[in-house]
């Protein structure tokens, strides 16, 4: 049997990105499918997911649509559960905005395939490869890994990323119902629970390319709480109890 992949795409308020980030990961040569979970975006992403489905993919495509906006992590966590229940064995995260380039996710499937239990598509790992962010933002992400390196010791170049694939084995060891964070602060914690469990973590290099459609949803609490909130996840992993 063919490996089951799926990537997870949560949105809001990408109606201007969806149909063409869709198309583009169907195109690719390897088969992946696509999970959008929605925050009940006001824009109608949901609607244009819906007739996408109805008209052309309605079996490489599903849309979950979720009542409240809370949190980037959140949206993942429901995909992550949805991904098991149906059986998959790789499990990716994406972006809806093209920052993440989908051809790049068979780099990240082909790591996995050869023996990793997380891939990460990696900003830092050989040098700065980010196209188009402002100076602030490109400063902000890369001294963050650094500081995360630095509380928690994760041997890693680039521990925001959201690009990344799980390995379903992954994904059903971690206590997915007792991850705190729930903005970007969550991909730092998914990694560091991954690493604290000892799954084999690689990094690939990819090139980030900032949006040119839509909006960004970073925020100043989101910045916060991934501050404060690595602090408090390395202190519970110091008492055993993350």
């Known amino acids: ?9 949560p949105t809001y308020n990408e109606i201007e990105n969806i149909n063409d980030i869709i198309s583009n990961v169907f195109s690719l040569e390897e088969k992946f499918d696509v999970l959008i979970v929605d925050d009940s975006s006001p824009d109608g992403t949901g609607s244009v997911v819906e007739e996408l489905i109805n008209n052309f993919y309605a079996d490489r495509l599903f849309l979950e649509v979720r009542a409240n906006k809370d949190g980037l992590g959140r949206a993942y966590i429901h995909g992550f559960k949805w991904a098991l229940k149906n059986g998959y064995d790789y499990i990716f995260e994406m972006d809806a905005d093209f920052s993440h380039n989908p051809k790049d996710l068979i780099q990240l499937y082909w790591a996995c395939k050869n023996g990793a239990d ?35 010791g994760l041997p890693i170049n680039d521990s925001t990323a959201g690009f ?26 998914m990694k560091f629970r991954a690493y604290c469990k000892k799954f084999k973590i690689v990094e690939i290099p990819i090139i980030f390319t900032d949006r040119t459609k839509g ?28």
């Open 215 to 242: 909006h960004s949803k970073m925020s100043g609490a989101i910045i916060s709480e991934a501050v404060f909130g690595v602090i408090k996840m390395k202190f519970m992993s110091l008492l055993g109890r993350l």
């Open 164 to 189: 990344v694939c799980f390995t379903s084995k992954v994904l059903k060891e971690l206590p997915l119902d007792k991850v705190k964070l729930v903005g970007y602060g969550f991909q730092i914690e």
């Open 1 to 9: 049997m063919p490996d089951k992949k799926l990537v997870i795409i």
């Open 118 to 152: 997380l891939s990460i598509g990696s900003r830092y790992c050989q040098g700065v490869n980010v196209v188009n962010w402002p100076m602030n933002r490109v400063l902000l992400s890369f001294f963050a890994s650094k500081y995360v390196r630095l509380i928690t």
